[in-house]
């Protein structure tokens, strides 16, 4: 029975982060490193590229919310997004720094990722395996290039992503998800919902296709979970997804309603074709290869570190890792079929698609530094170790393309 066996046992042969000394400095060199990287958006005003528009000031936007009438286009009478309502409250708290809220929502979401992938990876009792998942993460390109371009869709979904797939891991109630976090246990199944649906109405109201996310991520647990295991608890997942979505849309409603009677050009609100001459292919789509970060070779090398729990892992640990690579499988599935163009007019943001499989590479990082310290407790040194040395100092590598770009700050 592997039930209660996360958290590690008996003396540690590696020491690395094995302290909480040692891993607070590591945290803290991790977000310095990011810090200053974004000195030039932190010290200055955020350029007008792509999504990131000027935004009019805080009585104009709340007034953008409330107005009959929205000048976008030709102009409409449907109502504003809950957006500009969100922005509003930022930009009343912030004493109408509406320069100061853009900031604080396009750079808030690289922490708020970081610490949704350290709180998905909470009940495996690992707090090394938090540290490197939640490092793992910040390491991908995904972020940067969605920052690089502008892209208010794959910066909002590479915050939320992990917050979606952690309240989806959990509503299967599975080990070790089967018990709560924290004093007060586990929080009840509408509470869990409601919660999920808030997060969902807040990502829904700046990009639409966290609706597309939220589903995709719950029938990739679904799959992974007939794959590995068969457990039918798992469709606690799918239904979920589906629950959390009609939550976040009934939070959203008068937008919703608006953007239903428009008709067949309702499924717009997703996101528009692209060109396929424009589209990344597999290869990019696999290292996350979207923008000007992510084109080195050595950015195979996370995806390749991600395999660490399947080879060692036992147990649980092994079949979260069959889920979670299965997310990613769908993930970029999806992403390779609107890229091509197959799904015709329905054409999700490929940042925002690629946003599950960038948090399930992640955990399973994070899943292997757990398997390490569980699974191959007692046994001699051997070929398992050995990978395990060989992934981790891949995943370590797999970094550099991101980390070279540190002290130019070019994302």
């Not at 990287?37 to 955020?46: C, F, Q, V």
């Amino acid at each position: 029975d592997d039930r209660g066996r996360f958290a590690p046992r008996g003396p540690r042969r590696s020491r690395v982060l094995a302290t909480r000394l040692s891993r607070l400095v590591a945290a803290l060199v991790i977000a310095l490193l990011v810090v200053i990287g974004l000195r030039d958006l932190t010290s200055g005003a955020l350029p007008a590229v792509g999504q990131f528009l000027p935004l009019s000031s805080w009585s104009g936007t709340w007034h953008q919310f409330f107005a009959s009438w929205q000048p976008a286009g030709v102009g409409t009478t449907a109502p504003a997004s809950p957006a500009f309502a969100a922005l509003g409250t930022l930009g009343t708290v912030l004493l109408g720094g509406m320069g100061l809220a853009e900031k604080v929502l396009v750079l808030g979401c690289i922490p708020v990722g970081a610490w949704g992938v350290s709180r998905l990876l909470g009940p495996l009792g690992s707090r090394r395996a938090r540290l490197v998942g939640a490092a793992s993460y910040l390491g991908l390109p995904l972020v940067y290039d969605a920052l690089a371009r502008g892209r208010w869709d794959g910066m909002v979904a590479f915050a939320l992503a992990p917050w979606v797939l952690s309240a989806l891991m959990r509503a299967t109630v599975l080990d070790p998800y089967d018990t709560g976090l924290g004093r007060h246990g586990r929080q009840p199944p509408r509470a869990q919902l409601l919660g999920l649906g808030v997060v969902l109405a807040i990502g829904i109201a700046f990009v639409p296709a966290m609706a597309v996310v939220a589903l995709l991520c719950g029938v990739g647990l679904w799959l992974g979970s007939l794959l590995v295991r068969g457990d039918q608890r798992a469709g606690g997942a799918v239904r979920s997804a589906i629950g959390g979505v009609v939550v976040a849309l009934v939070l959203c409603a008068p937008w919703v309603i608006g953007t239903v009677l428009s008709g067949p050009h309702a499924v717009g609100v997703f996101g528009l074709p692209s060109g396929l001459s424009g589209s990344p292919g597999w290869t990019e789509l696999l290292r996350f290869d979207v923008g000007p970060v992510g084109g080195s070779a050595l950015s195979w090398l996370l995806p390749a570190a991600a395999l660490l729990p399947l080879i060692i892992g036992t147990g649980p640990r092994l079949a979260w890792a069959g889920r979670l690579w299965t997310v990613a499988l769908v993930s970029w599935g999806l992403a390779w079929a609107v890229g091509r163009g197959w799904t015709g007019s329905f054409a999700p943001s490929i940042d925002a698609l690629l946003a599950p499989a960038a948090v399930a590479l992640a955990a399973c990082i994070g899943l292997g530094v757990a398997a390490f310290e569980t699974d191959l407790f007692g046994h001699r040194f051997g070929w398992r170790q050995m990978v395990t040395s060989v992934m981790m100092v891949a995943a370590l590598a797999g970094m550099i393309p991101v980390v070279a770009e540190v002290p130019n700050g070019s994302f």
